[in-house]
């Protein structure tokens, strides 16, 4: 059984920071495409960066470059994001998510329908 389960959200007053985790069971982790992704109220789930787990290669998206950063522990399978400098428009609900089959190597989609696997979320508030 798949599963990806995140943590690490919680209230933080802008230019905080906070750390979310992943943990991803019941497939094979390694050499994958890796996702985070979060939707504020009211709005349509975005993406904020991939990650390819056998290169440790990793693209964000222009709204958090320089601010976020994605790492891994391969060996306990988990995924992390490192949130810095934390602003109001960075409040939502933060999913991890994973590619299924593995297809791509080295260039992960930015997609949501290429995700087949997605955690239940946790949330994230900056208070200005």
């Known amino acids: 059984q798949v599963r990806l389960m995140e943590s690490g959200g919680g209230s933080v007053q802008a230019g905080g920071s906070l750390r979310l985790s992943c943990a991803v069971s019941?497939?094979?982790?390694?050499?994958?495409?890796m996702g985070w992704f979060r939707q504020a109220p009211g709005k349509e789930r975005e993406g904020v960066a991939t990650?390819?787990?056998?290169?440790?290669?990793?693209y964000y998206d222009d709204s958090v470059k320089g601010r976020f950063t994605i790492s891994q522990d391969k060996a306990q399978n988990m995924l992390y994001l490192q949130m810095n400098s934390l602003k109001s428009e960075d409040a939502a609900v933060y999913y991890c998510a994973a590619v299924w089959p593995p297809i791509y190597y080295g260039i992960c989609p930015r997609e949501e329908k290429n995700f087949a696997y997605w955690g239940q979320g946790t949330q994230v508030t900056v208070s200005s």
């Open positions: 990650f390819y787990t056998g290169a440790g290669s990793a």
């Open positions: 019941g497939f094979i982790y390694s050499s994958n495409c």
